[in-house]
T-cell receptor, first 113, second 112 residues
């Protein structure tokens, strides 16, 4: 089945230790998103790609970076995780824009010790 | 700037009850509105996508309506079941972009 896959599902890291979260899709969608979601809050968009065109949200901390080496894969790098970065990280895709629906992966739960 | 609000924040109902979840948005220039379900600790599952030209969209026991002029959408769940217990979120795309704004969700608990 076509889908959005996130690995790992659970990630534990230490304060300040870099971590990379991955997302892959078999849907061949142009747009990929990374969201951060904290408990009982709405998902917060960190950045998105339209193909290789990268779009960063103004309030996304510099500590967060992303890479999209090809259509299928997208990575979220957290250079120096702080305790406040503990959250659920959600990857989503969209075929080509605003008229279409988003498809989400299962998420990666990040714990920072 | 688009703002999306969902009321109530939490809802608890007995099994079998019909219920309505509300989603309000401030900018009516939307292309579509999407309803999601989120189980605890999980990702988001798309339930219904309703385009701006549509007034209703149905899937099984779920019916979503959209009234752009009043900035409102409702998600109607018929004959609720304990398995419907989850958080329900709505999201709208921001005009001219590929970005979506989410509501904070309604946490539903259906009691057996």
């Amino acid at each position: 089945d076509a889908m959005v896959i996130q690995n790992p599902r659970y990630q534990v890291t230490q304060f300040g230790k870099p971590v990379t979260l991955s997302c892959s899709q078999t849907l061949n969608h142009n747009v990929m998103y990374w969201y951060q979601q904290k408990s009982s809050q709405a998902p917060k968009l960190l950045f998105h790609y339209y193909d290789k065109d990268f779009n960063n949200e103004a309030d996304t901390p510099d500590n967060f970076q992303s890479r999209r080496p090809n259509t299928s894969f997208c990575f979220l790098d957290i250079r120096s995780p702080g305790l406040g970065d503990a959250a659920m990280y959600l990857c989503a895709t969209n075929p080509s824009g605003s008229y279409n629906e988003q498809f989400f992966g299962p998420g990666t739960r990040l714990t920072v010790l | 700037k688009q703002e999306v609000t969902q009321i109530p924040a939490a809802l608890s109902v007995p099994e079998g009850e019909n219920l309505v979840l509300n989603c309000s948005f401030t900018d009516s220039a939307i292309y579509n509105l999407q309803w999601f379900r989120q189980d605890p600790g999980k990702g988001l599952t798309s339930l219904l996508l309703i385009q701006s030209s549509q007034r209703e969209q149905t899937s099984g026991r779920l019916n979503a309506s959209l009234d752009k002029s009043s900035g409102r959408s409702t998600l109607y769940i018929a004959a609720s079941q304990p398995g419907d217990s989850a958080t329900y979120l709505c999201a709208v795309p921001t005009s001219g972009t590929y970005k979506y704004i989410f509501g904070t969700g309604t946490r539903l608990k259906v009691l057996a």
